[in-house]
C-alpha cells in the first residue's frame, strides 16, 4: 500500500495551474451517454474517479478513452442499462448515472455507490424525482431497477426538500431528452450544476435558470456530439492556497474559476493572508502565522462556504492565533479527519456537528491515514506546516480528486514523495 512522506517545516512558493474539476468532470462523462456522436472532453483530470467514469461508460457500451487530459467518449451503440456492484461501489458519484441512463435506455439497475465514508448519503430524492418523471422503481437485496413505460420519461415538476447537487444531476440528466418540460424547485446552485447545463446546452439540450433556484429543462428529441472544456476545480484550488497559507509563502495559481471560489476566499482572507484575484489567477502570501476566524465557519449549499473545503481550511486554522468553530451542515461525518490532526499536535474538540478548533504553536510529524478525499488533502497540509516527518497512507482516498498531487506539492516546494 503508497504512502506519502512529507517533511514540513518549509514555506511554499510558485506558480500552479489549476487541474480539470472532479465535480464537473463526472457528471459531464455521464451525460455524454445520452444523444448521438462522439464528445472531445478538455481539461477532463486524470483521477482514479475519472477513470472509475470511463470503466462505468464502456460497461455500458460506450468506447471511452483518456490520455492527456482529453477524454473521447463514443455513445454510438451503448445499449447497456446495468452497472455491475463492483464499479458502483468505486465512487459515490456513480448514482449520477442513473438519471442519464434512463435517459438513453428507459431502464436501468444499480446499487447503493461506494467511495469515501461521510455518513448516509440517502437518494430518496432521487428515486421520488424519477418517480414522478414516469419511472416505476423496485429494489430487491440491494439492487435498485427503474423501468419507464414507453422507454422515455415525462415532464414534471419538482421541488427538492433540499438542494442536493446529486439529486439536481440526475433530474436533469433524465430530463433532457423527456417528453416535455420538467420545472426543478430548490436546485442546487453549485458551479458545477452550471457546467454540466453549458456543456448539455452545447449538444442542443433546452436549459434555462441554472445557478439560480429554480431550473427549467425542455425535452428535445435528440442531442449531438461536441467538443468542451471542463471548468477548473475550485475545491483543489482551496487546498493549494490552504496549504500555502498554513505553510507560509506566496503562490499564483492560474486557471483559476476566481467567482466560483469567492466564497472561500472571503472566510480565508480572514485569516490575515493577502489574497488578490485577477482573470483567471488567484494570488496569495501568507506570513505562516495566521489570525483565527472570528465567525463561525458554516458549510452551506452553494454560495454558502463548501463542505468539501471544510477539511483543508481546518488544517489551515490549527496553527493560527485564536479559537475558530466549524459547523458542518451537509454530512454527518465530515470531522473524522480531526482525529489524525490532534495526533499531530492540534487542539480539536468536536461536538456533533461542531468543531472548536484552538490554535496551536507548533505542529509535528506523526503516522496518519487518509479516510476520504477532503480529509486525506487536510492531513496533507498539515504535515506541510508541520516540525518533522509526517507518513501519509491511505493515499487512495487522494488520488480520487487530485491530479499528481505530489508534483503539484512538489512544484511549490514542499518536501513530499510516494512510496
Known amino acids: 500500500m503508497q504512502e506519502f512522506i512529507i517533511t514540513g517545516g518549509h514555506r511554499l512558493s ?51 478513452r483518456i490520455s492527456d487530459g482529453i477524454a473521447v467518449i463514443d455513445p454510438d451503440g451503448a445499449e447497456g442499462s446495468e452497472i455491475p456492484e463492483t464499479l458502483m461501489r468505486e465512487m459515490r458519484s456513480s448514482i449520477m448515472f442513473m438519471g442519464a441512463i434512463l435517459g438513453r435506455t428507459g431502464e436501468c439497475t444499480v446499487s447503493i455507490p461506494g467511495g469515501c465514508e461521510l455518513g448516509p448519503r440517502p437518494i430518496d430524492m432521487h428515486l421520488a424525482a424519477l418517480k414522478k418523471m414516469g419511472a416505476d422503481i423496485s429494489d430487491k ?61 452545447v449538444r442542443g439540450a433546452d436549459i434555462k435558470g441554472d445557478g439560480g433556484s429554480s431550473i427549467v429543462i425542455k425535452g428535445v428529441e435528440e442531442l449531438h456530439g461536441c467538443e468542451y472544456s471542463i471548468m477548473p476545480d475550485r475545491i483543489a484550488g ?35 493572508c493577502t489574497i488578490c484575484t485577477g482573470e483567471n489567477r ?17 458549510t452551506m449549499p452553494h454560495p454558502g462556504f463548501p463542505t468539501d473545503a471544510q477539511a483543508v481550511l481546518m488544517a489551515a486554522l490549527i496553527r493560527a492565533d485564536g479559537t475558530s468553530v ?44 487518509a479516510t476520504d478525499l477532503r480529509g486525506g488533502a487536510a492531513m496533507a497540509a498539515a504535515a506541510l506546516s508541520a516540525e518533522g516527518t509526517t507518513h501519509l497512507r491511505g493515499i487512495a482516498h487522494i488520488d480520487r480528486g487530485y491530479e499528481k498531487f505530489e508534483e503539484a506539492v512538489r512544484s511549490l516546494g514542499g518536501d513530499i514523495r510516494r512510496v
Open 282 to 298: 488567484i494570488y496569495l502570501r501568507s506570513s505562516g502565522r495566521l489570525k483565527a476566524v472570528r465567525e463561525r465557519i458554516r
Open 141 to 201: 437485496g440491494g439492487r435498485i431497477h427503474c423501468r419507464i413505460n414507453g422507454g422515455r420519461a415525462h415532464g414534471a415538476r419538482i421541488t427538492l426538500p433540499f438542494p442536493s447537487v446529486g439529486a439536481t444531476e440526475n433530474i436533469i440528466l433524465c430530463a433532457v431528452t423527456a417528453d416535455g418540460e420538467t420545472i426543478v424547485n430548490n436546485a442546487a446552485r453549485e458551479p458545477e450544476i452550471c457546467d454540466l447545463c453549458r456543456f448539455l446546452r
Open 326 to 369: 466549524f459547523e458542518e451542515n451537509i454530512f454527518d461525518c465530515r470531522y473524522r479527519h480531526t482525529a489524525a490532526l490532534i495526533k499531530m499536535g492540534a487542539d480539536i474538540e468536536v461536538m456533533g456537528k461542531v468543531a472548536v478548533v484552538r490554535g496551536v504553536t507548533q505542529l509535528h510529524g506523526a503516522d496518519v491515514e
Open 238 to 272: 482551496a487546498t493549494y492556497l490552504s496549504m500555502t497559507a498554513a505553510a507560509g509563502g506566496e503562490m499564483i495559481l492560474k486557471n483559476a474559476c476566481t467567482a466560483e471560489t469567492e466564497p472561500f476566499l472571503t472566510v480565508l482572507e480572514q485569516t490575515g
Open 14 to 64: 510558485g506558480e500552479l495551474t489549476l487541474q480539470g474539476s472532479k465535480n464537473s468532470s463526472l457528471p459531464i462523462m455521464a451525460a455524454a451517454l445520452l444523444g448521438g456522436g462522439e464528445t472531445v472532453l478538455k481539461n477532463c483530470p486524470e483521477l482514479t474517479d475519472v477513470y472509475s467514469a470511463s470503466r462505468i461508460l464502456n460497461c455500458l457500451g460506450c468506447k471511452c
